[in-house]
């Protein structure tokens, strides 16, 4: 059974920085793409960044250019590092992963539907 268990969320103050962690277990064949979206109260949910297996990321208008997605090979590790963050990063955070063996498009990354399976989710607070 696919598992997919977030770490690392938090409470921090306006313009600190956090990492999430995401450890997948439960498939022997590599994902294809993985993935992080978030959800605030009261809101939908929304794609935050996404990298597939070659490498290629996407990213979100709200957060480029202060969270960074990566991916730990040997470790088969999604992480997310997150800089400069603000009150509006306030939300629950997801990690997902595509289906192992599939495909995953470059250009859809940040589109749930590419993703089948889903973390349980870590807080993460911003105060000002």
């Known amino acids: 059974q696919v598992q997919l268990v977030e770490s690392g969320g938090g409470s921090v103050l306006a313009g600190g920085s956090l990492r999430l962690s995401c450890a997948p277990s439960?498939?022997?064949?590599?994902?294809?793409?993985m993935g992080w979206f978030r959800q605030a109260p009261g809101k939908e949910r929304e794609a935050v960044a996404g990298i597939r297996v070659d490498g290629t990321t996407r990213y979100a208008d709200s957060v480029k250019g202060r969270f960074t997605i990566s991916t730990d090979n040997a470790k088969n590790t999604l992480y997310l590092l997150m800089n400069d963050l603000k009150p509006e990063d306030t939300a629950m955070y997801y990690c997902?992963?595509?289906?192992?063996?599939?495909?995953?498009?470059?250009?859809?990354?940040?589109?749930?539907?590419?993703?089948?399976?889903w973390g349980q989710g870590a807080q993460v607070t911003v105060s000002s």
């Open positions: 439960g498939y022997t064949r590599r994902t294809p793409c």
């Open positions: 997902a992963a595509g289906a192992p063996g599939g495909f995953c498009l470059s250009t859809r990354l940040l589109d749930a539907s590419q993703y089948t399976y």
